[in-house]
């Protein structure tokens, strides 16, 4: 019996171990090369809250006069873990040649997890404007302080808002993964290239897909389950999907979206606009319009499909 399982590992090694049953699945790493580490990503995620919202993560308080000295030791750690996951990523790039590997590459990572750092205060500021927002959009809402410490959309925010950073500083694979992980904690589906405008909340939050290419304008305010995706892909001369072109809404200034909505495809919803639930939307929307599913009485439920009708606003 002992040989017969010895026999059947023995058969399962060779066949994991042959290259070509990978049909490019196999990742080039080089020896000594970094993995991308969850833990160590898990924390790059508490130390920027703690650095963004001191008092609420990590152990320095807003009343505690040793607020820097917190401050500065989390940002020392923050660049030393972030500079290996940067590298790591980079490392995972295959277009990266031999003149950056080694030091090259590590002093390339250390500089772009200072940048990042110091873009901090501004995704501060533009954190302090969602909390404000979500704040003012929930009549629930009983102080900036529960808005920080409980709600999912700013969680998720402030990992978006960071990963966003490092996608625009060219950082690959290490902005998905962060965004991954935001997207298992609070159930907020945010890709890291999608562009987002200050003022901006999604009230529940459970549900919510923002798509790679999607631009979102100010003040916008999204309900759970709704997708802001794209359509099916075109293909090319080979059968394959056309990736890496514009294919995700554009929503103006102070648009409203209610809850469980898709909107898809590259369309355009105008400032104010405001989408009632349930809609499913391929087109673009005037400003000021309000798009709502058309009432059928009961009897026509079985025989005819709603469509989006538009409403100007008084």
Avoid at 1 to 26: C, H, P, W, Y
């Amino acid at each position: 019996m002992l040989n017969k399982n010895a026999t059947i590992i023995a058969d399962a090694v060779r066949s994991l171990g042959d290259a070509t049953t990978l049909q490019g699945l196999f990742c080039p790493r080089r020896p000594g090369e970094p993995l991308p580490s969850g833990p160590r990503l898990r924390e790059v995620i508490d130390l920027c809250r703690a650095l963004l919202f001191p008092g609420f993560y990590g152990e320095a308080t807003t009343a505690d006069t040793s607020l820097s000295y917190h401050i500065g030791v989390d940002a020392e750690r923050l660049f030393s873990v972030l500079s290996e996951q940067i590298e790591a990523g980079l490392c995972f790039r295959r277009a990266v040649t031999d003149d950056l590997y080694g030091t090259g590459l590590r002093a390339r990572a250390a500089e772009m997890a200072a940048r990042l750092i110091g873009r901090l205060p501004e995704v501060r500021r533009l954190l302090i404007s969602d909390v404000q927002a979500a704040y003012n959009g929930d009549p629930a809402a009983e102080s900036h302080d529960e808005i920080i410490s409980c709600y999912p959309v700013i969680k998720a925010l402030t990992v978006y808002r960071v990963a966003h950073e490092l996608v625009l500083l060219d950082v690959p694979l290490i902005p998905r993964i962060l965004s991954e992980m935001a997207h298992s904690e609070t159930g907020i589906d945010i890709h890291p290239a999608a562009t987002i405008g200050a003022r901006f909340t999604i009230d529940h939050g459970t549900g919510v897909v923002i798509g790679a290419t999607c631009i979102i304008g100010e003040g916008v305010k999204l309900y759970q389950g709704v997708t802001l995706g794209a359509r099916s892909f075109p293909l090319d001369e080979n059968g394959n999907p056309i990736k890496h072109f514009p294919r995700h809404p554009i929503l103006g200034n102070d648009v409203i979206v209610y809850s469980n909505s898709t909107i898809l495809g590259r369309i355009t919803i105008g400032d104010g606009a405001v989408i009632g639930g349930n809609v499913w939307l391929t087109h673009d929307v005037p400003p000021g319009a309000i798009i709502r599913q058309t009432p059928c009485a009961p009897e026509q439920k079985k025989q005819i499909v709603q469509r989006p009708i538009v409403e100007e606003k008084n």
